[in-house]
């Protein structure tokens, strides 16, 4: 219940993630699956609708239209028995050659995404589907994402997002704020460090 299986499609399950029920408790399983703009699903290619991206939604300005895009996602994670998306993505761009701006439905600004992920988040769960609201927070680039963490020592180790309190809170976290407000089910965590901690180590934000 605590790690789950990393890769649910090595287990013949098709998910990205997977943690196995407990009958037990009467607990049912997680099935996640990415991503933050529709079903991935490389075990049947042709079969999964290319929604717009988040980008494309924040572009729109419209609750609505994001809450609408958030429903049909939902609606089609189900059906293919899943209860976990691994989204909305909800980042602030703030670096143009980051690889992820595309996922965000913040765009540049944290007031836009702020607006929007409310209704992303409750048209997912709409559908039945834990909605994941991330990456928390400060995912703005992706410099050594892959690499290993070395202890404390940050060489080879993911990039450290540096930033003061005021700024987390009246730029960065608005959009998971907002997402929190509408009842998110899940949160993930960012893949850098925040000043110099690991971003799911951090007590502090």
Known sequence: MLHGHTLG????????????NNTRLGIPALQL???????RDPAHPGTSTCWPSGHTIAATWDPEAA??????MGAEFRAKGANVQLGPGL???RLPQ???????ISGEEAALGAVLAGP?????????IIAVAKHYIL???????????VGPILVGAPVS??????VRWEVYMRPFEAAVAAGVGSVMCSYNRLNGTAACGDHET
């Open 9 to 20: 499609s090595l287990l013949g399950k098709g998910y990205t993630g997977l943690v196995p």
């Open 33 to 39: 699956n990415d991503g933050p703009q529709g079903f």
């Open 67 to 72: 809450r609408r895009w958030g429903a049909a």
């Open 91 to 93: 980042n602030v761009a």
């Open 98 to 104: 980051e690889g992820r701006n595309f996922e965000y």
């Open 120 to 128: 992303v988040v409750q048209g997912i769960q709409s559908q039945g």
């Open 139 to 149: 995912n703005s680039q992706e410099y050594d994402r892959g690499s290993p963490n």
């Open 161 to 166: 997002e540096v930033a003061s309190e005021r």
